[in-house]
């Protein structure tokens, strides 16, 4: 499969909390990135992070990658309401050009 | 910043109708894709299109689509006969080097498109 699968699948936290969202494959890939979607909306690419580094940080998001056990992780700290929208984990798999999306992680921000 | 732009926001057509769904991309961008999200549904790739000509494509995406890059600005999705599985939102996405080398996708913000 070429898709990551993102858990859990819906998460819901206080403003202020940290959010923290998995992403798990099982095929070799060149980069991962996360894509965060806004109800109704398009999909706004947040980070990349390539196969051969293991932590990205950009702003209040800091994202991991672990190439042995093929699981990457999105921590967004000290969450607002405007973070509330799905998240995904997208496969980059070398000689591919489509964006392959799974499910997401629908995060609630509440007030 | 630079932004892809698709219009109409909402597309309402009578089954068996043509519909054209448009997209201006990134200037600068080389690389043209369309995806659609059926409601409730996940995001599937339709198609990615380069140096004007599809480079590849989805089982989704059967005689009935087509695109088109028709001046310099525009890239174009025409579903020719729409049926009622083609409600959807479309997104348009463009990069400006091939995905899986480094560099995103930017997306516009969609079309809904309705089939009565």
């Known amino acids: 499969s070429q898709q990551g699968e993102e858990d859990p699948q819906a998460l819901s936290i206080q403003e202020g909390e940290n959010a923290t969202m998995n992403c798990s494959y099982k095929?070799?890939?060149?980069?991962l990135q996360w894509y965060r979607q806004n109800s109704g909306r398009g999909l706004v690419h947040l980070i990349l992070i390539r196969s051969n580094e293991r932590e990205k940080h950009s702003g209040r998001l800091r994202v991991t990658l672990d190439t042995s056990k093929k699981s990457s992780s999105l921590l967004i700290t000290a969450s607002r309401a405007a973070d509330t929208a799905s998240y995904f984990c997208?496969?980059?798999?070398?000689?591919?050009?489509?964006?392959?999306f799974g499910q997401g992680t629908r995060l609630t921000i509440n007030p | 910043e630079p932004e892809v732009t698709q219009t109409p926001s909402h597309q309402v057509t009578q089954m068996g109708q043509e519909v054209i769904l448009r997209c201006v991309p990134i200037s600068n961008h080389l690389y043209f894709y369309w995806y659609r999200q059926i409601l409730g549904q996940k995001v599937e790739f339709l198609v990615s299109f380069y140096n004007n000509e599809i480079s590849e494509k989805s089982e989704i995406f059967d005689d009935q689509f087509s695109v088109e890059r028709p001046d310099g600005s525009n890239f174009t999705l025409k579903i020719r006969s729409t049926k009622l599985e083609d409600s959807a939102m479309y997104f348009c996405a463009s990069s400006d080097i091939l995905t899986g080398v480094d560099q995103p996708q930017h997306f516009g913000d969609g079309t809904r498109l309705s089939i009565l």
């Open positions: 095929t070799s890939i060149n980069n």
């Open positions: 997208v496969l980059i798999i070398q000689g591919a050009q489509k964006l392959v």
